[in-house]
């Protein structure tokens, strides 16, 4: 079964970096564009990032463009999401998705001073 496993959340301060992971198993990860999405209290979903099969192509919203990365390792059936510059609207309960059908538990990010 497809299974998405996040990691890499917590609490940073303002202007901090994190960098999550979502190992992924159950599935050949190297034939599926991969995303991530998070959820802010109180908010909808927002897709944050997507990456094509072989990386060559992603996409981000504008909320962290310039400063959020997307890449993948499809040797380790792994996503990642390198984030810096984080600003206190960046927290959120962060999910690895394989499109609509498949996220992951989520791991929360608090950026706070």
């Known amino acids: 079964q497809v299974q998405l496993v996040e990691s890499g959340g917590g609490l940073v301060q303002p202007g901090g970096s994190l960098r999550l992971s979502c190992a992924a198993s159950?599935?050949?990860?190297?034939?599926?564009?991969m995303y991530w999405v998070r959820q802010a209290p109180g908010k909808g979903p927002e897709w944050v990032s997507r990456?094509?099969?072989?990386?060559?192509?992603?996409y981000y919203a504008d909320s962290v463009k310039g400063r959020f990365t997307i890449s993948r390792d499809n040797a380790k059936n792994t996503l990642y999401l390198q984030m810096n510059s984080l600003k206190s609207e960046d927290t959120a309960v962060y999910y690895c998705?394989?499109?609509?059908?498949?996220w992951g538990q989520g791991t929360q990010v608090t950026v706070s001073s």
């Open positions: 159950g599935f050949t990860f190297s034939s599926y564009w």
């Open positions: 998705a394989r499109g609509q059908s498949y």
């Open positions: 990456i094509n099969t072989g990386a060559g192509s992603t």
